[in-house]
């Protein structure tokens, strides 16, 4: 049976977690967050000090390497080895690893499954970096969120209030990520060619979703 998939890719801050959790709620869908997968990739390197850049060292962590999604309360949750990982994967320095590591075409190898997994037994959103290029390249809707980067950096700057970081740092860690994350060899953020590019720098969160739905339900 054809599964209802929707991807939306684009850079960290354009605002694809909340529109793609929006979304899945008026499409009666479930949300996957592929990004939790790649900090959980990050949080265990870090937990047991892997030294990733090593070719055999990174093999023999991912052949071991056991990260699913669970649903609770109608929301998937991170496990690793069977535990709750996902309050422990928004760190700073997870963050950027995530970034840094998803580089290795082998990381993204190790989690390709997990994805197809649940696209075959789910309706969902994916949201990420390369679901409508990769890892969903046949997916019937496909949308490209972006913002400028101050935008970004200010969005995220307000959710962390509170958080003793300045707004530069922010930008300059983000558009560091966006380097790593659009330039690696593998699987680099892009939008897809058949892929829908909204610029969200002056558009709310209704409006973004209000456009997708149009465009699905159009369909
Ligand atoms: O979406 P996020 O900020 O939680 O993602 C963290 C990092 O994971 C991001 O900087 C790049 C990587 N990532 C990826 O390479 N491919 C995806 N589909 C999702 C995330």
């Not at 990174?58 to 309360?73: C, I």
Request: hydrophobic share 40%; proline share 3%; aromatic share 6%.
């Amino acid at each position: 049976m054809d599964r209802q998939i929707v991807t939306i890719d684009g850079p960290a801050g354009a605002g694809k977690s909340t529109v793609a959790k929006r979304l899945a709620q008026e499409l009666g869908c479930i949300y996957v967050d592929t990004g939790a997968l790649y900090r959980g990739v990050a949080y265990e390197i870090l937990q047991h000090s892997i030294d990733w850049e090593n070719e055999h060292d990174l093999k023999v962590f991912l052949s071991q390497l056991d990260l699913n999604f669970v649903m609770e309360n109608q929301q998937l949750i991170l496990t690793s080895h069977g535990k709750d990982i996902s309050g422990k994967i928004r760190t700073p320095q997870v963050t950027m690893l995530a970034s840094s590591s998803s580089a290795k075409p082998a990381v993204r190898k190790a989690l390709l499954s997990i994805q197809k997994n649940i696209a075959e037994n789910n309706d969902a959103v994916f949201e990420g970096r390369d679901m409508g290029t990769v890892v969903f390249p046949k997916a019937p809707f496909k949308f490209f969120l972006f913002a400028d980067l101050n935008i970004r950096a200010k969005r995220r700057y307000d959710e962390m209030c509170g958080d003793k970081k300045d707004i530069h740092q922010v930008k300059e860690q983000m558009a560091q990520r966006d380097e790593n994350d659009s330039q690696r060899q593998s699987a680099p953020l892009k939008p897809a060619d058949d892929a829908v590019k909204i610029d969200s720098s002056s558009l709310t969160i209704n409006q973004v979703v209000d456009m997708m739905i149009k465009i699905i339900r159009a369909a």
